[in-house]
């Protein structure tokens, strides 16, 4: 077969002779299918070669496509033993159908866990927020109808309060308490009606991509019914969705977020402090400059300048992104949540696929240009390395805030911190303006992306 395989991944006569063969009488289905898996652990080019040409012989002789062996992806539950119960479900109807599966094509009855949305997703609403008020008009206040929640404020004397989740357990019903005072990283499990229709969806995707007939809607309702059932025998102080919407509704208004320094807790705010934190800290000249122009405008001159001037050089550096940066704020306790931390996200920029390049190189670059940096694992693995030093190591201590560094340093500091790298590699490598530098590939780039110059 191994001989076989080699002759359809190859572009001679042999591989003719060989698709001939299967077409006929001495070949057939099943030999294609058998082919087909022992196909996948070739390498290349033999592997896409010999593969293109079996399937084109099983679509000659109408068969099914060989199915790709796939995990079931199925929603969480706390039902006992649950990944064996899937399994069980799974192989059982898999021996039903044995005469209508794929030869030599065995199904995956792996399972991969649907992670359910946090108390983040769900509650908080300071993203939505800034959208509203970039379109309507700005924020009104809600204080006046908290007077008996003030023993949760965390500045009672201004203006307007922030509500610490954590100091209202004593003032609200216990089912609001548990979402106002618990992590906002907490799970939220869908309703029944969305947990049934997760399992139904995700083992209609198992059928199909492993090949094997669609199972009948009332052997999957009874199966997701024993589970869901089992589940809530199981469950105690759980977080609700209708929980969330009733908070909602008790804060009616509000800004739910958390604040700078504190990820997993849940503040309560204001609109009108959130709106002005938000203006304080975007409006700030010393950091940012505000452009008269309109968003789609700048966009669209963004894209056409990056076309023209990286275009050619650089054809991965301009994304499928249409849109500026987006960004949100983490208020701060020490400024009296006046301001806080800015915090911008490149996800649908235009230019995110060169930012990220250009990053991906200085990581690489820096162990090279500084050999003795401490920049290796976490703040563990630097305080280990710290304490171990010498005691008459000639070390210098140079403290600053770097959580804030990238949105804080001007465009010019950044260009002159890059040619001070670029002489301290001098010495070890070549860095003139001909020199392409290659950039390891990872989940967002390609092997062969590099940096000219």
């Known amino acids: 077969m191994w001989t076989i395989i080699h002759a359809l991944g190859s572009n001679t006569k042999a591989r003719f002779e060989q698709m001939k063969m299967l077409r006929s009488n001495d070949g057939g289905l099943t030999l294609c299918y ?38 079931l992806r ?29 030869p030599c094509h065995t199904p995956s009855f792996k399972t991969v866990f649907i992670k359910h949305a946090a108390v983040l997703d769900q509650l908080c609403n300071h993203k939505q927020a800034i959208v509203d008020w970039s379109t309507s008009n700005p924020a009104s206040c809600c204080c006046k109808s908290w007077s008996s929640y003030k023993s949760a404020a965390l500045n009672p004397s201004a203006d307007h309060w922030v509500l610490s989740g954590s100091l209202l357990h004593s003032t609200l019903p216990p089912d609001l308490a548990v979402v106002a005072e618990g ?26 991509q492993n090949g094997l007939p669609s199972m009948p809607a009332s052997n999957i309702s009874d199966f997701g019914h024993h589970l869901w059932s089992e589940h809530t025998q199981a469950i105690t102080n759980h977080i609700t969705k209708s929980s969330i919407t009733q908070l909602q509704s008790t804060f009616e208004g509000a800004i739910f977020h958390c604040e700078d320094k504190h990820p997993s807790s849940l503040r309560i705010y204001c609109p009108c402090l959130y709106y002005h934190s938000i203006e304080q800290t975007f409006q700030d000249p010393s950091i940012f400059e505000q452009l008269p122009d309109e968003p789609s405008s700048i966009v669209n001159s963004l894209t056409e300048s990056l076309h023209r001037q990286h275009g050619k050089a650089y054809p991965w550096a301009v994304g499928s992104g249409h849109q500026l940066p987006a960004g949100y704020i983490l208020a701060k306790r020490k400024k009296d949540f006046r301001s806080g931390r800015p915090i911008i996200s490149f996800v649908e920029s235009t230019f995110r696929p060169m930012l990220n390049i250009l990053a991906r190189l200085i990581f690489q670059l820096i162990p090279v240009a500084c050999p003795n940096h401490f920049a290796t694992g976490d703040v563990y693995t630097l305080l280990s390395i710290l304490k171990s030093a010498p005691v008459h190591a000639d070390l210098i201590l140079v403290n600053q805030d770097l959580a804030g560094f990238f949105t804080s340093i001007d465009q010019d500091r950044f260009v002159r ?11 070890k490598m070549n860095v003139s303006d001909d020199e392409a530098f290659s950039v390891y590939p990872g989940k967002s780039n390609n092997p062969g992306d590099i940096i000219k110059g």
């Open 183 to 208: 992590s906002l990283s907490n799970k939220v499990f869908p309703s029944k009606k969305e947990y049934l229709a997760q399992l139904k969806l995700g083992l209609e995707t198992w059928t199909k």
């Open 74 to 102: 199925a929603p969480w539950s706390l039902s006992p033993n649950l990944p064996s119960q899937l399994k069980r479900f799974l192989r059982a109807w898999r021996h039903q159908m044995l005469d209508h599966q794929v």
């Open 417 to 427: 911190s890059w040619f001070m790298l670029l002489d301290l590699l001098r010495p």
């Open 34 to 71: 058998a082919l087909r898996r022992l196909a996948n652990n070739t390498q290349e080019p033999f592997r896409t070669l010999s593969l293109n040409a079996i399937d084109t012989t099983i679509k000659w002789w109408r068969g099914k496509p060989a199915p790709r062996a796939s995990a």
